[in-house]
């Protein structure tokens, strides 16, 4: 079965500085890489996926992230954060039978100004 | 369309009793599942379905039943509510059930349960 690894709880990062947000999976093969972004009370968005190809992923609001699979990472960046990046990221894996998806436990953002 | 739609929004049960919490979506959506997220925990999946008549169970599936008699809809049902089961819970929705569907995957706004 796959499983993810966000080792982060907690990150603060100050408005304007870059963002790396950290995300390790296991499983077989090449899975399904997911980031999605959660603000409070609210549901789940996603920010970037990966399948195939290009191992460097543009998502929406300006986020990336890049696939390695050397180290069975799937990390999150971003250049520069602006305040309203607050929130908790949630990274995922699909793998398996029609690809259930197996979340990480998340990391909770604060941006300071 | 309204996506992924959960009713309600807000639950308050007591220890023992029923209840069933409602997943809708019109995007005529093969896969649909069921989430429980908790603090510290991430989401862990419930139950989920790949089509109409078809469900599987998940990583949490106890103390929880699913049906899906139509494509739209997919209940949540639980039979006799614990406080273990206060959580928030997510439906969730994709196209395509196939194993390498890239497709991608879209949430309910959730439903806040708290069992007393």
């Known amino acids: 079965a796959q499983s993810v690894t966000q080792p982060d709880i907690h990150i603060t990062v100050s408005e304007g500085a870059s963002l790396e947000l950290r995300c390790n999976y296991s499983?077989?093969?090449?899975?399904?890489l997911f980031w999605y972004v959660q603000s409070p009370g609210q549901g789940l968005q996603l920010l970037l996926k990966?399948?195939?190809?290009?191992?460097l992923v543009q998502g929406i609001k300006g986020f990336e992230a890049e696939f390695k699979r050397s180290q069975s990472s799937f990390n999150l960046r971003k250049p520069s954060v602006h305040w309203s990046d607050a929130a908790e990221y949630f990274c995922?894996?699909?793998?398996?039978?029609?690809?259930?998806?197996?979340f990480g436990t998340g990391t909770k953002l604060q941006v300071i100004p | 369309n309204a996506g992924v739609t959960q009713t309600p929004k807000f639950q308050v049960l007591k220890t023992g009793q029923s209840m069933t919490l409602q997943c809708a979506q019109d995007?005529?959506?093969?896969?649909m599942s069921w989430y429980r997220q908790d603090p510290g925990m991430g989401l862990r999946l419930i139950h989920y379905?790949?089509?109409?008549?078809?469900?599987d169970q998940g990583e949490v599936p106890n103390g929880y039943n699913v049906s899906r008699s139509t494509t739209e809809d997919f209940p949540l049902r639980l039979l006799s509510a614990a406080p273990s089961q206060t959580s928030v819970y997510f439906c969730?929705?994709?196209?395509?059930?196939?194993?390498?569907?890239?497709?991608?995957?879209?949430f309910g706004p959730g439903t806040r349960l708290t069992v007393l």
């Open positions: 995007m005529n959506h093969e896969y």
């Open positions: 990966y399948f195939s190809g290009d191992t």
């Open positions: 499983y077989g093969a090449t899975p399904y």
């Open positions: 995922a894996v699909g793998a398996g039978g029609y690809q259930k998806v197996t």
């Open positions: 969730a929705s994709r196209p395509n059930r196939d194993s390498h569907s890239t497709d991608t995957q879209y």
């Open positions: 379905s790949v089509g109409a008549g078809i469900t």
